[in-house]
């Protein structure tokens, strides 16, 4: 395993509501965002979408680098993503909280780590329903560090950004 993904295993979360995103008792306080696409119709693109969100797929075509200890599919499995080129790359350390890779409704959740900008969890969900296949995405955060509080809006701008192309990454896959 890599020295910086092995460094963030026992690694603590930065926020107390650890897997809230899984009962949906979302803390108080915080910013939350709900996403909701179909990508897709029919079991083919159930599978290519679960598959894709479970290989990191929604993080890389954010423009993520992404370096992980295992799939998504792993509670337990660090990621550590980075954005923008090295060594000025904005580090983005998580770890995967749950996951549900049976039924009708697979994904997970990671939540962040020491050094991570924001403070919070966010799920990745494909589901069926009916013959529609949903990419849904919950997270709440707060910002972290004082670049992320001194950026405010433009931070909450940039995050909205990812989870669009999050799922425009999953409708891809779906097809």
Sequence with gaps: MHPDLA????APFTY???GATRTGDLPAGVHVVRRRAVVGQGDAA???AVAAVFDWAPQRH???RVRASGP???PGAVVLMTAGRPPLGLRIPCRVVWSVT???RQGY???TMPGHPESGEESFVVRRDG???VFEMVAFSRLATRAARLGGPVSRVLQSIALTRYTGAVRRAAR
């Excluded at 460094?7 to 026992?10: G, I, P, W």
């Design 16 to 18: 107390a509501e650890v």
């Design 72 to 74: 998504a599919s792993e």
């Design 62 to 64: 954010a423009g993520l």
């Design 131 to 133: 013959a529609d296949v």
């Design 109 to 111: 959740a990671y939540g």
């Design 102 to 104: 049976e039924g009708d």
């Design 46 to 48: 159930f599978a290519r």
């Design 7 to 10: 460094a963030l295993t026992d």
